[in-house]
């Protein structure tokens, strides 16, 4: 099976730049998604890694290293709306390829 | 943009009620999923379906079942609802295959609540 850690909640101010870590475990690694979820909302997907490195989309890069089995989110120029809870989930060819999600982390923005 | 569209935001059924949760996407997408969502679990997956009559078992499969007659349509059934069963439902569709393109398109989900 696959399983996730990634912390809980992560607190920063507005302007400021934060990182989310995500470390798993799993057999026959594919790739790591990120999602983005406000209360109340859907899950939007934000982006993918197959390949290590740093993948940059606007404010918000997704990195990967693979021998690590770990990634991070790192959103820049933090702004309220970045509120939300945010996801990674591991895709494996031992799960059909399907994410499985971590538990989230809840990034609260303050001002 | 796709849009995938569950039948109801919130549902209250009693206990042993037989409970249909609808999702319907309209980009033509191959894989349909269920997933339910309680608070410091994240997502986790019930059912999907890869084409219309086919179904796989996810990772929490029991007492659900799932239907697909058409590509567009993913039903979720509680054969018996019970309180544990109270939870967030999430439908979501992709392309076939992973990799960039392949991000989930998740509907606003179906909260269910079972007394």
């Known amino acids: 099976g696959q399983s996730l850690e990634q912390p809980s909640e992560v607190t920063a101010v507005e302007g400021a730049i934060v990182q989310i870590n995500c470390t798993y475990q799993?057999?026959?690694?594919?790739?790591l998604s990120w999602y983005q979820q406000h209360d109340g909302g859907a899950p939007t997907f934000l982006s993918y890694?197959?390949?290590?490195g740093l993948e940059e989309t606007g404010r918000f890069s997704s990195f990967l290293s693979r021998s690590d089995s770990y990634g991070y989110l790192l959103l820049q120029e933090l702004q309220m709306k970045d509120s939300a809870s945010y996801f990674c989930?591991?895709?494996?060819?031992?799960?059909?390829?399907?994410?499985?999600f971590g538990r989230g982390t809840s990034l609260i923005v303050h001002p | 943009d796709v849009k995938v569209t569950q039948s109801s935001r919130y549902l209250v059924k009693r206990t042993g009620e037989k409970v249909f949760l609808e999702c319907v996407q309209d980009?033509?997408?191959?894989?349909m999923f269920w997933y339910r969502q309680d608070p410091g679990l994240g997502l986790r997956l019930i059912y999907f379906?890869?084409?219309?009559?086919?179904?796989e078992k996810g990772d929490i499969p029991e007492g659900y079942s799932v239907s697909r007659e058409k590509k567009e349509r993913f039903s979720l059934i509680l054969e018996s609802a019970s309180t544990n069963q109270t939870s967030m439902y999430l439908c979501?569709?992709?392309?076939?295959?992973?990799?960039?393109?392949?991000?989930?398109?998740f509907g606003s989900g179906t909260r269910l609540t079972v007394v």
């Open positions: 979501a569709s992709s392309l076939g295959g992973t990799g960039p393109n392949y991000g989930y398109t």
């Open positions: 799993t057999s026959g690694f594919y790739g």
């Open positions: 890694n197959a390949l290590d």
């Open positions: 989930a591991v895709h494996a060819s031992g799960g059909s390829y399907i994410p499985t």
């Open positions: 980009m033509d997408h191959e894989n």
């Open positions: 379906s890869y084409d219309v009559k086919m179904k």
